[in-house]
């Protein structure tokens, strides 16, 4: 059964990076993780997308995190990865990988990291 493991994770101040890191585990098809991404959900706030990365490395960035954000993958390891760059209090929030068959088709969701950006 698939599994998203994601590592990273933590407190940094404004201004600084952050990557984290999801591993598709277990047994699943190849189809199962044609997509892979990541979600996000701040305190009092509905869930919302961060960016997702096709297979062939086609990515969508949600219009907050463009120019900061840099989604990646490692298709032979099954991983995906999410540069954070000029992090700020915003950004606070629990980050939630995602894969699916498809864009817009989530299949199975990771357990979270907390991410919190303070001074």
């Known amino acids: 059964q698939l599994q998203l493991v994601e590592t990273g994770g933590g407190l940094v101040q404004p201004g600084e990076s952050m990557r984290l890191s999801c591993e598709a585990w277990?047994?699943?098809?190849?189809?199962?993780?044609?997509?892979m991404g990541w979600y996000r959900q701040a305190p009092g706030k509905q869930r919302e997308l961060v960016a997702t990365?096709?297979?062939?490395?086609?990515?969508n960035y949600d219009d907050s995190v463009k120019g900061r954000f840099s989604i990646s993958r490692d298709n032979p390891k099954n991983t995906v990865y999410l540069q954070m760059n000029n992090l700020q209090a915003e950004d606070t929030a629990v980050y939630y990988c995602?894969?699916?068959?498809?864009?817009?088709?989530?299949?199975?969701w990771g357990q979270g990291t907390q991410v919190t950006v303070s001074s």
């Open positions: 277990g047994g699943f098809f190849s189809t199962e993780i044609i997509v």
């Open positions: 990365i096709t297979r062939d490395q086609i990515t």
């Open positions: 995602i894969s699916g068959p498809q864009t817009g088709t989530i299949g199975q």
